[in-house]
């Protein structure tokens, strides 16, 4: 099993930043991928951006350039650094944790992105 606890969410504005945090607790060794998924209401949950455990990243073509994803210093944290945001960002922002056989969700961090 594996828990998962989001963090960081918020209402800014539009070109200002954010960073979501992710921690990562219970049977961590056997996570080979984190990511970061956003469902906007009205449309289906879709990936943000993804680090591997060879290290390399995948991103939504939406975000590229603007969000960072990474790990932190005890390998147990994810984060995702947002920035440039724009109204469309808008979003709740679920962390993801992926073993063989099973995926683990967070409980989800609203983002909204308004002036």
């Known amino acids: 099993q594996v828990q998962l606890v989001e963090s960081g969410g918020g209402l800014v504005q539009p070109g200002e930043n954010l960073r979501l945090s992710c921690a990562a607790s219970g049977s961590v060794s056997s996570i080979h991928t984190m990511a970061w998924y956003r469902q906007a209401p009205g449309k289906q949950r879709e990936l943000v951006a993804a680090?591997?455990?060879?290290?390399?990243?995948n991103y939504a073509d939406s975000v590229k350039g603007r969000f960072t994803i990474s790990r932190g210093g005890a390998k147990n944290t994810v984060y995702l650094q947002m920035n440039s945001l724009k109204p469309e960002d808008t979003a709740v922002y679920y962390c993801?944790?992926?073993?063989?056989?099973?995926?683990?969700w967070g409980q989800g961090t609203q983002v909204a992105v308004s002036s």
């Open positions: 680090l591997y455990r060879d290290g390399s990243t």
């Open positions: 993801n944790a992926q073993q063989i056989s099973r995926y683990y």
